[in-house]
């Protein structure tokens, strides 16, 4: 059963690695300098990718990789306050497999789930645990408080940022963001944002570029 969600699921599931420009003071050449690199899965057929915003802030070349061919991107919106982000694939390859959605309210203390990502670069690695504990609190890079998340003991890594948390059906129910690790390696303890409220985000992000809150006045 892991064997076939891995399968099913494991096309999905992209690297994404952002770069900036800079340029030499003294020849005044331009260069490109890596700034980081994530996860990320496909969301819709239209070639939206959605990843961490951590993942790609800052950057000015963003490339999205799947199954082992290079893709140009863009930003669709961001939302570092639930680091949160959403691209476009300039140049998208046909038929992009896409994750089914789960729901987050369901999951529950001791529940199987899996997680794909591209931990130290080691493309689409699977690794699988449970849920270890919910509802709770992480800092977004805004300084934020994100609420309601998601505790996993599967094995996230630097590099799993951004990719997708699934569970026993293969559907997405987190989007992996953070660890815990006092010594910068997996100790058993790692963090995803639920699947409902990647549910909110996101379509705000396709439609203005950001979430748009009530205000007062």
Excluded: C
Aim: net charge neutral; no cysteine; glycine share 12%.
């Amino acid at each position: 059963n892991t064997t076939q969600i891995f399968r099913a699921a494991s096309p999905a599931v992209v690297s994404v690695t952002s770069s900036s420009l800079r340029r030499n003071r003294f020849s005044l050449n331009v260069f490109e300098v890596p700034k980081g690199a994530g996860s990320g899965f496909i969301w819709s057929q239209d070639g939206l990718v959605v990843t961490n915003y951590h993942v790609i802030a800052g950057a000015d070349r963003l490339t999205v990789t799947i199954e082992d061919a290079d893709y140009p991107a863009e930003v669709v919106g961001a939302a570092p306050e639930r680091d949160l982000a959403v691209l476009r694939l300039t140049e998208k390859p046909e038929g992009l497999t896409v994750l089914p959605l789960g729901d987050s309210s369901e999951l529950s203390v001791g529940r199987k789930v899996l997680a794909i990502g591209n931990p130290f670069g080691l493309d689409t690695t699977l690794t699988v645990g449970i849920v270890s504990a919910l509802d709770r609190e992480i800092k977004s890079p805004s300084n934020r408080r994100i609420s309601g998340v998601i505790q996993t003991d599967a094995a996230i890594n630097p590099g799993n940022s951004g990719g997708p948390l699934l569970n026993s059906l293969g559907q997405l129910v987190g989007v992996n963001t953070a660890i815990y690790s006092p010594s910068g390696g997996s100790a058993g303890i790692g963090f995803a944002i639920p699947v409902n409220m990647v549910r909110e985000v996101v379509p705000q992000l396709i439609a203005y570029g950001k979430i748009f809150r009530p205000v007062l006045g």
